[in-house]
């Protein structure tokens, strides 16, 4: 029997190489493909949010800005926050920013104050805040939370009044450009500071 030749051999080689990186090109191209697919889908689903109230916020933690500047959480006490957890590799979160970002310009030059913490090591916040067009302002939190802001889902809202008090509570992704959000922050905002002490 007659040994193949070498150029036969180099074609199947050639021809196996060929078919394996056509698979794994297949591969990635389908999971980067579903993702972006899943991330629509689940924006196009996602529904305001149920208003509620809560408990006191707890201003005494720090956060670190894109830029490593350390900024205690404090100077936010005394305005109306929207406080959203959130991490670069949940989806839920990925699905939000959209609307977070029509939320966010719609209240600029308002009291309300959108702020946005990644609670995971995150190498390169502020290249993932770039390609993901982010408009509002993301910080980073190394540590422990204080225990009311505590949970293991994301993404997580909380909205604090300028009294201090958690009045609404979120878990999940949620369409929070939605007028009922807009109008409920902007009549917090307008609301009178009680004294607590």
Partial sequence: M??????????????????????????????????SFW???????????????????????????????PYDFAQFQGKTVFLNFWNPDCLHCLAEIDTLNILYNTLQGSTVQIVGVVTEEEENLPETVQNQEIHFPVYLFKGTLPEV??????????????????????????????????????MLAHAPVKNTN
């Fill in 2 to 35: 007659p040994r193949p030749s070498r150029s036969f051999i180099a074609g199947c080689f050639t021809g196996i190489f060929l078919t394996i990186l056509f698979i794994v090109g297949v591969t990635l191209g389908g999971v980067y493909g579903f993702k």
């Fill in 149 to 186: 802001f505590q949970t293991t889902s994301r993404p997580a809202t909380f909205i604090i009044d300028p009294s201090g008090n958690i009045v609404f509570k979120h878990l999940g992704a949620a369409k929070w450009d939605d007028p009922s959000v807009v109008s409920f922050l902007a």
């Fill in 39 to 69: 991330i629509q889908q689940t924006a196009g689903k996602l529904k305001p949010p149920p208003i509620t109230t809560g408990l006191k916020a707890d201003y005494a933690w720090k956060l670190i800005a894109l830029d490593g500047t």
